[in-house]
């Protein structure tokens, strides 16, 4: 054990048992906040600037959330979140510019590529650019319907391809693009992707920054100065009059509140894992059943030394899509821009579901048949993130899931009388990322300040 964990670890010790009654009326903040992902530190961070006090649980034993970053060996593993998305007018950008955490810009996609398709055959340059202007054709295509529709992204596919009669390769290409393209912002196959939200995320301009210092730099600022309980698992929510709210955690410590804010996972909100009394208005309930929550994996893959000096002039980015099966991989070539000899590889929507239950043999032959350019015995260590089968987590991040209404983000992001709800999926317009999160908290800070 770390020395920081070990502290950590003795004063929840202590905290625990601290912790089993107390209200607000002992002089306790009166707002709790459940997570300490970047939702729930970001509200917590910007409460204690407009001056008003809370006390974050959270069920884990540390902060961060789906922003986790693991060092080992003198390397930098993102387990979660890894880019900030867009540096133009990106208030996520501006806070890290403030505190003067360095940023990198990642050389954009489609430039620099390598793309074997089940043929094993490598497809880049012009070859590559060409299928990529068709795909763009299309993209354009389906943006231009999706107002008002009812339909799903690869219904609306289907019924391009059948009236503009695409030969096999041109449905070959448009499979492969929406799998490795497409698929990879929602972590769900097409068909769960409702048509009229189709690239309704409104992104950030100016390219994907990666925090060469770790993207922890983030959470770890926002919680400065905040009380945080780690290890604490809410378990109940139940109303005790108009003014309070009791909280029961799974190590049976009770906390009672004037105000709350949610800030776990739809993922965790749609398990039923949060027990609330009385239960959550029927219209938040089904908005949360019908946004998707998806899933996105990654595999660390370490290079031996010689490996990596081999491997180092191949692509930034390297696509694998296979026909039959309809499956997708890709890598992401970390060990170019760092000293980590890493290739980070990436499975979305069922590929995650897949990746999630293999063993370390299996999983090992998986990168292998995935990645033509690979020999076994380059491979050091293979590790999966694996966030899907985490009860704390259970996916990636949410979606427009066919089926939702595009009011349902800001559904879920609605108030029951002094019981608010932050986090990634209740940002309507940049759902699913850091920034939404980052976003939502702080919106939550700024409601909250006028109540207390
Ligand atoms: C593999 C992966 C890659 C990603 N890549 C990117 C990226 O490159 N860029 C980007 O912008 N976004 C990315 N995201 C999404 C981004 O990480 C999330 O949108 C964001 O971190 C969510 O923050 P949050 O605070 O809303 O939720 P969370 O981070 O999930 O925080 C919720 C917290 O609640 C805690 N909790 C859960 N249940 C309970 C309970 N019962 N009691 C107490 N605490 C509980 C959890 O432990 C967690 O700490 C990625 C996500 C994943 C998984």
């Known amino acids: 054990m770390r020395r920081r964990d070990f502290i950590k670890a003795t004063m929840l010790a202590f905290l625990g048992q601290a912790l089993h009654r107390f209200t607000f009326a002992s002089g306790q903040p009166k707002v709790a906040i459940i997570g300490a992902g ?46 900030i998305h867009g540096n133009q007018k990106n208030p996520l950008f ?36 060409e299928r990529l202007k068709f795909f763009r054709t299309v993209e354009e295509k389906l943006m231009s319907r999706s107002r008002g529709t009812n339909v799903s992204v690869s219904q609306e596919l289907d019924r391009i391809s059948k009236s503009e009669k695409w030969t096999q390769e041109q449905m070959d290409w448009a499979r492969f693009f929406f799998k490795l393209y497409v698929e990879e912002n929602y972590g769900a196959p097409i068909s769960d992707i409702a048509l009229s939200q189709f690239s309704s995320a409104s992104w950030y301009e100016g390219g994907d920054y990666v925090l060469p210092g770790g993207y922890d730099q983030i959470p770890t600022n926002l919680a400065k100065g ?58 938040k309930l089904e908005a949360i059943e019908r946004l998707g929550f998806g899933k996105f994996t990654k595999v660390f893959v370490r290079l031996k030394e010689d490996s990596r ?81 985490n009860e704390l987590y259970r996916g990636s991040y949410s979606f427009p899931k066919h089926g939702s209404k595009d009011t349902d983000f800001d559904l879920l992001g609605q108030s029951v009388e002094n019981v608010h709800f932050a986090g990634e999926a209740c940002q309507s317009d940049v759902y699913g990322t850091v920034e939404a999160a980052f976003l939502s908290g702080r919106r939550m800070a700024e409601k909250l300040k006028l109540r207390i």
Do not use: M
């Open 38 to 83: 970047v939702a729930g530190l970001s509200a917590a961070h910007f409460l204690q600037k407009y001056g008003v006090s809370s006390v974050v649980f959270e069920a884990s034993s540390r902060i961060g959330g789906r922003v986790f970053t693991k060092r080992e060996a003198n390397c930098l593993f993102e387990w979660g979140a890894n880019w």
């Open 309 to 389: 000096k081999r491997l180092i002039s191949l692509p930034t980015w390297i696509k694998f899509f296979d026909r039959v099966t309809d499956s997708g991989f890709q890598f992401f070539h970390l060990a170019k821009f760092s000293s980590c000899p890493l290739l980070i590889g990436i499975g979305v929507g069922q590929e995650a579901e897949l990746l999630e239950n293999l063993n370390g043999d299996e999983l090992k032959r998986y990168v292998l048949s995935r990645a033509p350019f690979l020999q076994a015995d380059d491979i050091v260590e293979l590790w999966s993130s694996d966030w899907g089968k």
């Open 226 to 283: 905040l009380q945080i309980q780690l290890g604490k698992k809410l378990k109940k929510v139940e109303r005790i009059s108009k003014e309070e709210i009791k909280l029961s955690f799974e190590d049976g410590a009770v906390f009672v509140c004037s105000q709350l804010v949610i800030t776990v996972s739809l993922g965790v909100l749609k398990s039923g894992w949060i027990d609330f009394s009385p239960k959550l208005p029927k219209e």
């Open 94 to 129: 501006a806070f890290a510019r403030k505190l003067k955490i360095e940023t990198n810009l990642t050389p954009e996609e489609s430039r620099n590529e390598q793309v074997f398709l089940s043929s094993k055959k490598a497809i880049r340059g012009a070859e590559y650019q």
